[in-house]
């Protein structure tokens, strides 16, 4: 996944170029402090006042350059608008927060709105089109027969949550003036390894040929998890 916005990045910004990245429900702020890390200037909007601190704790262990580099703010990302002018980001990341999100229309224009001219937004979302899987490779049939006609499935922390489709949200994409640009799938052979699994010897392996399948028909559809990288006009 990292991998994969490097990627993006790097095909509209020239090597170098201090980036302005805002990452909304940055959890944590793994992927923030990452891209911080980098030397992109870097904004969390996070809601979960728990993630906030957290995110807070990790920013404090870092070296002075990277700390003034990156801002946190507890808010919900509903609310871009309340917190920054439209236009002030060349990237804005929303990733494994959509499927928390009761009507994401609202929230994915006020994203597209934060975007400069040709600036990038990249979707994590879970897959609408393949929830079937998981259940159905566990043995769950009648999870499996269940989970055809649904876009709601129960997440690892037992909640009720949303999926999205690939089709629903490239119209999406378009109708916010950020079309649809490239998608990855995400979690193709792995999701069903579960919490707290063995880290296989040859990690490098499974990354590569998760990498593989991720871009790859027909592979990156049935993934668990989409990538969708939309770019503003
Ligand atoms: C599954 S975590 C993903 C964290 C991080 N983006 C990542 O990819 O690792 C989802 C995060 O989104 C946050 N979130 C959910 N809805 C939100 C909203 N409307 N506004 C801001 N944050 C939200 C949650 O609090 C949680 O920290």
Known sequence: ????????????????????VLDVGMGQGTQALRLAR???QVTG???DATMVAAAREALAGEPEGIRERMRIIEGDGRDTGVHFLPGSFDVVLCHGVLMYVQEPDA?????????????????????ADALALRPGLSGDWPGAVAAF????????????VRA???????????????PLQAWYGVRVFTDTATDGAEIPQDLQTLLTA???????DPYRSVAALLHLCGVRG
């Open 210 to 216: 998760e990498e593989r399948a991720g871009r790859t």
């Open 45 to 47: 909007l996070e809601q």
């Open 38 to 40: 980098l030397g992109h």
């Open 107 to 127: 929230l994915l224009a006020g994203l597209a709105r934060m975007l400069a001219p040709g600036g990038l937004l990249s979707l994590l979302v879970r897959n």
């Open 149 to 160: 006609d649904s876009v709601t499935y129960r997440n690892r922390l037992g909640l009720d």
């Open 1 to 20: 996944m990292a991998r994969q916005l490097d990627e993006q990045m790097a095909g509209r910004y020239p090597v170098g170029q201090r980036l302005r």
């Open 164 to 178: 999205d489709r690939l089709v629903t949200l490239t119209d999406a994409l378009a109708g916010i003036g950020a």
